[in-house]
């Protein structure tokens, strides 16, 4: 969940079939491939490898997909957003299987408020509304969608042709200063846990302080003592540690801190774009130590950093129909959705939106600086995110089009579309298997 968004299509595209997306994406190279593979073509004019759609679709539909952070509303798997139907969330199952997305971490996401025994509450109860809700999606449509606890599930689970639903928690603040939880959490299915959101909490400082909740710039000046032993139990229970959204000292910390390696679940690059949210160059070095992973993030303002023009105009839209944030635009209905969407492609005409090819210059940069095994991809849909070309899990393969146009392999982009995420949390799943050993 990322409420600083400026500009996106809010709500899903009339359903399109694969094909004819594939199709129609552009045909367009960085040039500086990264260690180009056998993934066969001549090459372009503009140095990009020409691939079919036939033979992206025959690679596509061979690797396991996975997409570490998709948001649900809290009354996901209800009538009112009910994922086994077409619907307008950017992420359910027919997009899913369509897109050929394999497997999505749906997300318990709870934001930042005052620290207060009753919010601290509230917040425990609004993650639970959430575990609730992805449950409730598999016990819907058991034959179409599973809930993995670990990576042997998700082979399991994906061999039998089935799609792999897999939970994040994003923001510890959800367990308030209660250890405990972090069992019965794990208990729930929860397998990673991003540490902060936006706003300090009592685990660790966020990268985007919440001056309004009372922040300071540094309150930990990085992951606080209560984090440490938060780190110490998920690592003890195999839950991976998350550090995107957290302060770089905290990114730091943590990843110095556990002893399995830790995932940033949905960052970008700051050399690329450069918003708090994404990591610089010092961070992506420290994940590679760790033997960790970055999920490339495919958000609009997070991959191509909005222009302050735009940002006003974005405001001014919003303002002018009274809506309040991203939380105000997600609950437009109806005339006002239409009118809004209306205006905001106008905007985005004019200052065009990040597309699957600036998405894909995150990856190489980040594949460049830190190597093929360290850089995996995620989405946000729901959550904020999308960029043009992968706008909704029903254009997946549009990402695979643009890996193979720039010379990746067939074994570099099972890496990038899953593998590196599951031998992380293989890895995660062994430490916890030891430490519990020696306990
Ligand atoms: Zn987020």
Known sequence: MDRSVQSRTLFSRASVGIAILVATAVLVGCGDTVEPGDGGGPEAVDGSIEVSEEQVLAVHQRLLTIDTHDDIPFDFATPAADPGVESQMQIDLPKMERGGL???????????????????????????????????????????????????????????????????????????????????????????????????????????????????????????????????EMNRLGIMVDVSHISKQAMLDAAELSEAPVIASHSSVTALAGVPRNVDDEQLDALAANGGVIQIVALDSFVKAVSPEKRRATSELRESMGIDGFAGVRALQGERRDEYEARMAEIDRQWPRATVSDFVDHIDYAVERIGIDHVGISSDFNGGGGVDGWDDASETPNVTAELMRRGYSEEQLAKLWGDNLLRVWRAVEEVSARLKSQS
Request: proline share 2%; charged share 25%.
């Open 102 to 232: 394999d497997v999505g971490f749906f997300i318990v996401y709870v934001g930042q408020t005052e620290r207060t025994e009753a919010n601290i509450a509230k917040a425990k109860a609004d993650a639970m509304i959430k575990f609730d809700a992805i449950h409730r999606m598999t016990e819907q449509y058991p034959e179409r969608i599973e809930l993995a606890h670990s990576v042997a599930d998700v082979e399991r689970i994906s061999a039998a042709g089935k799609l792999v639903a897999a939970i994040g928690i994003e923001n510890g603040y959800v367990i308030g200063r209660d250890l405990g939880l972090l069992e019965r959490y794990h208990e729930l299915g929860a397998r990673y846990i991003t540490l902060a959101h936006g706003g300090h909490n009592d685990i660790a400082d966020s990268s985007t302080p919440r001056f309004d909740l009372g922040d300071y710039e540094a309150e930990h000046d990085g992951v606080s003592d209560f984090g440490r032993q938060v780190i110490a």
